[in-house]
């Protein structure tokens, strides 16, 4: 897929760059997302580096993986990072991270919406996944803001450090945002399994 950029009343989101990498680098330093998120844990320039010279580039390329930098305006600071990755079959999982002095100010969850419309729209997404190790209640937060509904506990499915953790799973379907499905949908009937 070519690279795409968003807008939205406060933000712009945008392929990662080269230029990216030392405010990735930087934002990347807290120890919150290094402790709540699946980038390697100490995050080196060399981890910032292969990320916006090779992974960003190569999950564009082939359609795999869909990482946008989220800034303040066009020339504004890193406030966040949002990326979508195919898990099969119409079914994507998204993830992002705020940097420490941007949170609070609403600024993911506005991100989060406009990737999951696009994504929808776009990247013919039939599902849309969010995953976060259980505790995470900041990233909850923000799902649920985005419009995430939350589906339950998935025992032993983030694996950091060695050890086996749970984690919270949500999603959003395209009729959750007032958008036409790809598919039909028919969901299960209520009491039967």
Not at 84 to 95: A, C, D, L, N, W
Not at 131 to 151: C, H, L, Y
């Amino acid at each position: 897929m070519e690279p795409t950029t968003l807008n939205t009343a406060r933000l712009h989101l945008r392929p990662f760059v080269p230029a990216d990498e030392e405010e990735v680098y930087t934002a990347v330093q807290d120890p919150e997302i290094q402790r709540w998120t699946m980038v390697p844990s100490p995050y080196s320039r060399e981890h910032a580096r292969g990320f916006v010279l090779e992974t960003v580039p190569a999950g564009w390329r082939e359609d795999t993986a869909y990482s946008f930098a989220v800034r303040l305006g066009e020339d504004g600071p890193l406030v966040a990072a949002v990326g979508v990755h195919g898990r099969g079959q119409g079914s994507y999982e998204i993830g992002y991270w705020a940097a420490k002095e941007h949170r609070g100010h609403g600024y993911m969850a506005e991100a989060v919406a406009a990737v999951s419309r696009w994504a929808f729209t776009e990247v013919g997404a039939v599902r849309l996944e969010w995953r976060a190790e259980v505790g995470n209640t900041g990233s909850r937060a923000v799902a649920e803001k985005a419009g995430f509904r939350f589906e339950g506990v998935l025992r032993a499915a983030v694996l950091r450090g060695g050890t086996a953790r749970d984690s919270w799973i949500g999603a959003l379907l395209p009729a959750d945002l007032g958008l036409s499905p790809s598919l039909p949908y028919l969901p299960a009937v209520s009491g039967r399994l």
